[in-house]
């Protein structure tokens, strides 16, 4: 008997069980109800949970909490969202978590008590969330358009059937559907070099370990109390485990009487590690202001206008370089917004006034721009640092761009002046998560919050060189607008500040290179910024492994890609040849074979369509999760796919109408 011969015959196969696993099957319901067709069979395959997929799994702690605010998340697309199907008529959800509390219970106990605490501002657990989308797609399934079946499993390859595919899981189930949809989500990475000697190190000398993933998949509870641990990555996974860590082990945050800001007083249990914190920047990432259920303060630039995107735009193709080109002005409009904090808290502090101050900063920005060739390191902007320095006069009230990257401009710092700069960086984020409006440090991260997401659709348009969409976007700028503008919850930053004034989190400082040392048969951090030099028996990695489809752990995309059935998406043009981080799949714009994944000899299948991370250099904005109000890649390529499976079926029923009889 052939594979084939031994497969389940099913309509579509979607492989990932999380969010846009989700809006495919809603949007197949949809559009199947809407025309009265016959229902579609559908198998969703997950290796965690099929619904809410690895980040929202439902068994993860409650200490995991999401970095967007409740009333930013919905599966149901509305009018914002550019799409040719019916449009949702599903709960967002907030308005979920009010049905929820309404009917005073839920299937899943905690559920109810959760739900019953949010509010738009608020920041859900990821388990609550991954039970919203668990519901939602059970609301999907019963509504007559599909039949869903859900699978528990890991699929390692997909193949040529004649005019159908075929998926094997490791366990030897196959299926067999006329249109296969990967929608794996944040794919991990495979152990680079360094992950593999740490771990081997630790097998060896008898030390602990966790190495960087999912903070839902790894053993915190091994990690030992009272002793100090080396923590790397400073990013939004840190802020989790170091929650798991003190809260979850029993600490409490208590409010400290009549502070401003908010400060929290951290009561350890006794049962917390100390965690010695390091990464290649030193300091943790920014923020979120804490806008409650307000309204959010928004950006609007006045250097880095839409009107001056827009001219970017109408460039040639691949004639725009971002280091020297884009970057100088943004980073003025950075400096700007700034100084406008700035200026509005102290009057006259900005010499000469806003606008002698603009432009100032749009004749840097141009000298950054002329001499782009000649910087020391990627991004810098020396006129821009230089122009900000000399517009204010109080030195407590400066700024530069620099900062950003190396928060001590690369100096290496004096006994005590470390301590001085966290006790610094203390008081600023608590200034901007109490007064987010008003704050200098939160009008930097919500001018980058503004300007991220048009710099970022310059290289998918095809505006930027090849070299710099690779060097740049990729290299560093997709970073800085994390740091900035994807930081955690208020809440969350306040207790990690906490944490920091109780000496249980110790921030190593900039630069810090982590190693084994054989000679104390343990662990050590040492900063070259700050001269801290810090051993420990166990290393936890508080970092992703995320993401880059070139070293990917996810075993199908490594089947398909060594077997020649998929791509990397090179980008080719007078630059060079340059290779991103994500699949070639064709725009959801393309007229014959949207979304399809594309092979090794430039062909597309449109059988295989590709979602979201995976396909991100071709898809943008399609990581992003999708809100309500506002236009979504996500439920627009959701939208799109179903479009696409619907047409392969019907092709597939005119073929072989006996069967279409019987399906």
Do not use: C
């Amino acid at each position: 008997m052939s594979a084939a011969e031994r497969a389940e015959v099913v309509d579509v196969v979607v492989v990932g069980g999380g969010p846009r696993a989700v809006a495919t099957v809603e949007r197949l319901d949809a559009r199947v109800r809407a025309t009265d067709a016959a229902p579609v069979s559908v198998v969703v395959i997950d290796a965690v949970e099929v619904g809410a997929g690895a980040t929202w799994r439902t068994d993860q702690t409650a200490q995991f909490l999401n970095n967007t605010t409740s009333d930013a998340t919905t599966i149901h697309p509305d009018r914002s969202t550019p799409i040719d199907g019916p449009l949702g008529d599903g709960p967002t959800f907030v308005e979920w978590a009010r049905e929820v509390s309404a009917r005073g219970a839920h299937d899943v106990a905690w559920a109810f008590a959760e739900a019953q605490r949010i509010t738009p501002g608020s920041f859900p657990t990821r388990r609550l969330q991954g039970v919203y989308y668990n519901d939602q797609l059970a609301r999907a399934a019963e509504r007559g358009g599909v039949r869903l079946t859900r699978v528990l499993g890991s699929v390692v390859d997909l193949e040529r059937d004649a005019d159908a595919r075929v998926v094997r899981l490791t366990d030897g189930r196959q299926f067999r559907a006329d249109a296969i949809v990967l929608a794996q989500g944040m794919v991990q990475a495979e152990a680079s070099a360094s992950v593999r000697a740490f771990a081997d190190n630790a097998v060896r000398l008898g030390l602990l370990y966790i190495d960087p993933g999912m903070p839902a998949e790894k053993p915190w509870h091994l990690v030992p109390a009272g002793e100090p641990v080396i923590a790397q990555g400073l990013g939004a996974n840190f802020f989790d485990v170091v929650a798991e860590l003190t809260a979850g082990r029993g600490g409490r945050f208590h409010p400290v009487a009549d502070d401003p800001h908010g400060r929290l007083r951290y009561v350890p249990s006794g049962a917390e590690p100390i965690v010695h914190a390091a990464s290649r920047r030193g300091v943790p990432y920014r923020s979120k202001g804490d806008f409650g259920d307000g309204p959010v303060v928004k950006h609007t630039p006045s250097i880095a206008t839409a009107d001056w995107f827009d001219r970017l735009q109408a460039a040639p193709t691949g004639s725009v370089d971002f280091a020297a080109e884009v970057w100088p002005t943004i980073a003025a409009e950075l400096g700007l917004a700034w100084l406008q904090a700035v200026e509005a808290r102290h009057p006259g502090a900005v010499l000469g006034g806003l606008d002698v101050a603009r432009d100032a900063l749009i004749r840097a920005a141009a000298a950054d721009a002329a001499s782009a060739d000649e910087r020391t390191w990627a991004g810098a902007v020396p006129h821009t640092d230089a122009a900000l320095a000399a517009l204010v006069a109080e030195p407590g009230n400066r700024f530069r761009i620099e900062e950003l990257r190396r928060p001590t401009l690369g100096r290496a710092t004096r006994p005590g002046e470390w301590d001085a700069h966290v006790a610094r960086l203390v008081e600023d984020e608590l200034d901007s998560l109490a007064d987010p409006a008003g704050s200098p440090r939160q009008a930097v991260n919500l001018a980058m919050g503004a300007l991220r997401g048009r710099a970022s659709r310059l290289a998918v348009q095809g505006v930027l060189t090849a070299r710099s969409q690779v060097r740049d976007i990729q290299g560093w700028f997709n970073a800085d607008g994390l740091f900035l503008a994807s930081g955690p919850p208020a809440s969350r930053v306040r207790e990690v500040l906490a944490l920091i004034e109780a000496g249980i989190v110790r921030l190593v400082g900039p630069e810090t290179w982590i190693s084994v040392d054989e000679e104390s048969g343990a662990f050590r951090a040492r900063s070259a910024i700050t001269g801290r030099d810090v051993s420990a028996r166990s290393l936890i990695e508080t970092r992703m492994s995320k993401g880059k489809v070139p070293n990917t752990s996810d075993p199908l995309l490594r089947t398909l890609l060594r077997r020649g059935d998929a791509r990397i998406h090179t980008l080719r043009d007078a630059s060079g040849a340059f290779e991103t981080e994500s699949l070639e799949a064709l725009p959801r714009q393309d007229t014959e074979h949207p979304l399809s994944l594309v092979d090794a000899a430039g062909r597309p299948d449109p059988r295989v369509l590709v979602l979201g991370i995976p396909a991100s250099s071709t898809q943008p904005g399609s990581a992003i999760g999708a809100a309500p109000g506002v236009p979504s890649p996500l439920l627009a390529g959701a939208d799109r796919a179903a479009a696409v499976i619907l047409g392969l079926l019907a092709e597939a029923d005119a073929a072989r109408p006996l069967e279409a009889l019987a399906r």
